[in-house]
C-alpha cells in the first residue's frame, strides 16, 4: 500500500501529468483540496473510486486517520495536491506522520503555477543577458519569512519573482517590486 502525494497541477484540469492520471485512476481511495484542486480531474474516476474526499474542511489528524484506515485495508491512496505537491503543498507535516506510522509514499510532481503562468502570459522566465535566475517564493502571510527572503531583500537581486499565492494582493506586490525592474517590467 502506497500514499501518491499529486501534483494536480495550477487549476486546468487537462494540465495533469500522464503518471498523475494513471495514478488517480488506479487508487481506490482519493483525498483532495477541495479548494486548489478542480473536480474534474476525477471524472474518470467518479463511478469506481471507492472514495473521493474533499479535505478542505478536515485537520491533519482527520487526513492521516483516513490514510491509515486504507493502509489497514491494503489501498493505496492518491493524496491530491494543487500545483506541484513539493511547493507551498504543506506535504512535509504530512511525510512526519505517514513515517511514524511506516506508511510507504511516492511524490509526484505537478506541473507549477509559475510554468503555466508563463505560458499563459506568452512569456519566457529565463532571457540571455537579462535573467538567469528564478526564485520562487510566496507572499508574507501567516507564515513568517526570514528577513534575507523578504520581496524586497530578493526583489533586490534582479533575478526573475515567481510569487505563489499572493494573487489578492498582486498590487501590493507590484510597488517595490517596480523600484527594482522598472516601469516596463512584465
Not at 67 to 89: E, F, M, N, Q, T
Request: glycine share 10%; hydrophobic share 40%; proline share 6%.
Amino acid at each position: 500500500m502506497t500514499v501518491y502525494f499529486i501534483g494536480a497541477g495550477p487549476g486546468d484540469p487537462e494540465l495533469i501529468t500522464l503518471k498523475a492520471q494513471r495514478l488517480i485512476e488506479a487508487c481506490p481511495v482519493i483525498l483532495y483540496a477541495g479548494s486548489l484542486v478542480p473536480r474534474e480531474i476525477f471524472a474518470a474516476v467518479e463511478e469506481t473510486a471507492e472514495q473521493i474526499i474533499d479535505t478542505a474542511s478536515i485537520d491533519l489528524d482527520k487526513i492521516i486517520e483516513h490514510i491509515k484506515h486504507a493502509h489497514d485495508a491494503g489501498k493505496d491512496v492518491a493524496r491530491v495536491h494543487s500545483g506541484d505537491p513539493s511547493l507551498y503543498g504543506a506535504i512535509g507535516e504530512q511525510i512526519r506522520r505517514l513515517n511514524e506510522l511506516g506508511i510507504d509514499f511516492e511524490i509526484i510532481p505537478g506541473v507549477t503555477a509559475t510554468s503555466a503562468s508563463a505560458a499563459w502570459l506568452g512569456k519566457e522566465l529565463t532571457l540571455s543577458g537579462v535573467s538567469q535566475t528564478i526564485i520562487m517564493t510566496r507572499y508574507e502571510g501567516k507564515t513568517p519569512f526570514p528577513e534575507r527572503e523578504r520581496l524586497p531583500a530578493l526583489a533586490a537581486s534582479g533575478a526573475t519573482l515567481a510569487i505563489h499565492l499572493g494573487v489578492t494582493r498582486i498590487g501590493q506586490l507590484q510597488r517595490p517590486d517596480r523600484t527594482h525592474y522598472g516601469e516596463d517590467c512584465p
